[in-house]
């Protein structure tokens, strides 16, 4: 038996800047709470006795349970960003940065599909301020796949009738991941990246695919 | 304001086959309570009470709140085997079989979206042999979408190097509409079906696309 933390960090590797430790734990705490129960059924009392500390503990790092949300939100909508982002501002053609985009997201989607499961089936959960700064980000993850399929289009590279539908389906596409992918099946997340390129290049009519 | 039962009929016309009226307007509330708050956070008590009920009158239709989920669960399983059933076994050739199947589960989850977030997102909440059940029902579902790759490719309509995951990238495709589609947004489930449909078919390589 791994511990929730093992579990969560080889979920997603962005736990690292969450300081002092207790406020990491308790965070990794929510995050398998939620998963498992639902927001709404979890109180603080539970992650607090998940990351074995007090409720009062818990105050001390986090005023509200919808603050734990909005945190891990943030992290998981800022790491998605910097991945796509990384790929999109590469060196290389459109066709190879969108494939990099979509292996990368996946495997980080099939990696860390609890805190994917959060943040994206408990957007509703959070209040209209922390909605909105979510929503922002949001934006800025579909401006970068958009901009690579705009640029390959330009280029002559792809061949696409519909910039924002097609983004959305990219995007929709590595999300649900999340969903489906289990540890014990078939495919590692390194596989189901490359499957994933591939059929993407097809959706955008690619004229360079291997 | 529409009531729930009208809400929840836009959403999935396949409600009119649970008698009677009581049984069918606990499971609508049930729907919307489970959409709202989660499957652990939702109470008994609280699906009788949003469908004007007592608890005891709950407890003549459905024993417990899992069956409830179960039911709900089972339906929604049961239209989707239809519809893409329908759609692999009309005539015409595999292209035009495939465009029909994706562009009609796809305008299904879209205006199905509460009853289909229900079912996707609390699998897990189900007891194992529901579980078991529900898990036939989509090697079904599954079986259906790669019967018409397998035929498309094998007449060389088609190229594909991976039926398998194209099949599971194919119904992910379709079924994460559930989690983004807005009513308020620029996109109708027909729009959204006909991209999709087009996309799906760039992704199996089909020679004869629109």
Not at 64 to 92: M, P, Q, V, Y
Not at 147 to 160: K, M, R
Not at 181 to 200: H, K, M, Q, S, W
Request: contains cysteine.
């Amino acid at each position: 038996m791994s511990t929730a933390e093992e579990r969560a960090d080889s979920d997603l590797q962005s736990w690292a800047e969450v300081t002092p430790d207790a406020a990491r734990r308790l965070l990794l705490a929510a995050v398998e709470a939620f998963a498992e129960r639902g927001y709404h059924a979890t109180t603080t009392r539970d992650i607090a006795s998940r990351a074995g500390m007090s409720p009062a503990a818990l105050y001390i790092h986090y005023k509200t349970k919808e603050e734990l949300l909005h945190r891990i939100s943030r992290i998981g909508h800022e790491k998605a960003l910097e991945i796509l982002r990384t790929a999109a501002r590469r060196e290389g053609s459109a066709t190879e940065r969108l494939a990099d985009a979509v292996s990368s997201f996946v495997r980080w989607h099939a990696r860390g599909r609890t805190t994917a499961r959060v943040v994206q089936y408990e957007l509703d959960s959070l209040g209209p301020d922390a909605r909105a700064e979510i929503l922002a980000l949001r934006r800025q993850v579909d401006a970068e796949v958009r901009g690579i399929i705009e640029e390959g289009a330009a280029a002559g590279e792809f061949d696409v009738l519909d910039v924002q539908g097609t983004t959305l389906a990219v995007l929709s596409l590595c999300i649900d991941v999340a969903r489906w992918f289990n540890v014990n099946g078939p495919r590692t997340p390194e596989e189901i990246g490359e499957l994933y390129a591939d059929l993407v290049l097809r959706m955008v009519g690619a004229k360079n695919r291997k």
